[in-house]
């Protein structure tokens, strides 16, 4: 055997041991490695329904986690989720990612449905948005019409409304619930909608793409937004504000400053922003970043 022959050999050996520890190479021939195969897109935020638990590189570190509860702002990543069932559903487990404890005027949860599971109503004058993230749910409510909402979809549920969310099999859902802030002539209504379907909206001096999911009219009290940014796209403002936020990263990864921390963020984590927290956000990696972000508004502070 020639010295250019065992060297091939030596390659694809080498290559092979590569695949068996995990890395994804294809078949080598005749001395000469392909490419892996292009793998199928998965669904839209497959990510968020399928975290990342352990990486490997941290399996030796029992205890870790990135996730980080401070004053004015929390992160809320998936390795310390805790489960548990959700007070008056059936057969769903919630797991609350922002409540009032935290120093919030609002909740934020989420929901997994199972094999024949109902939604429980929020508390009295509570309102409730709620936005698909896997699976199925069908909303029934006082008109008798049976709305079947799928993945990035929603529905808004105004203050002390009869409906119910039920799935015949397993569904993920993002609840954002808190008190309604009555305002005088101003009624809340019912609102279900489709993010492809909520136009582009203006963003004056940065570069992302923003539509709101709620009507931005005094009948309501909070907003809710979607925000896409390309790789390498980032915040022109440094926020600072005295509105909350509650934020689920759905797609992407990036870099969040919150005060003086910066963080690295991926699809499925979840942020609390208090008032007036030093808030940035900038994209990284090879796809868009994409989350879904609560904000109080058309209320005065006082």
């Not at 963080?263 to 808030?279: E, L, N, R, S, T």
């Amino acid at each position: 055997m020639n010295s250019l022959s065992a060297f091939s050999v030596q390659k694809c050996i080498f290559f092979a041991f590569i695949t068996l520890s995990g890395v994804k190479i294809s078949n080598c021939e005749q001395g000469f490695c392909s490419a892996p195969p292009v793998l199928e897109a998965q669904p839209l935020y497959w990510k968020v329904n399928n975290p990342t638990l352990s990486p490997s590189h941290l399996q030796d570190l029992p205890g870790f986690t990135r996730s980080v509860y401070k004053r004015d702002h929390a992160l809320i990543t998936p390795e310390s989720h805790v489960f548990s069932p959700l007070p008056e559903w059936t057969n769903t487990l919630g797991a609350y990612l922002i409540t009032p404890s935290m120093g919030s005027h609002f909740v934020m949860y989420l929901a997994k449905m199972q094999e024949n599971s109902k939604s429980g109503l929020p508390p009295k004058d509570a309102e409730r948005f709620v936005f698909v993230l896997q699976g199925v749910v069908i909303l029934n409510d006082t008109s008798g019409i049976k709305h079947n909402l799928e993945v990035d979809s929603y529905a808004y549920l105004p203050p002390n409304s009869e409906h119910l969310f039920d799935s015949d099999a397993s569904a993920t859902l993002v609840v954002f619930e808190r008190r309604h802030d009555y305002l005088e002539n101003h009624i809340a209504e019912q609102i279900i909608g489709w993010t492809n379907k909520q136009p582009l909206l203006e963003t004056p001096g940065e570069v992302f793409e923003l539509r709101k999911l709620l009507p931005t009219s005094l009948a309501y009290d909070f907003n809710v937004h979607m925000m896409d940014f390309q790789p390498g796209e980032f915040l022109n403002v440094k926020e600072v504000h005295y509105n909350q936020h509650g934020l689920l990263l759905l797609e992407g990864q990036g870099i969040y400053r919150l005060a003086d921390s910066w963080y690295p963020v991926q699809a499925g984590d979840a942020i609390w922003m208090a008032p007036f927290v030093p808030q940035w956000y900038a994209a990284l990696g090879k796809t868009k970043s994409r989350y879904l972000l609560y904000k109080d508004v058309n209320r005065n502070p006082l």
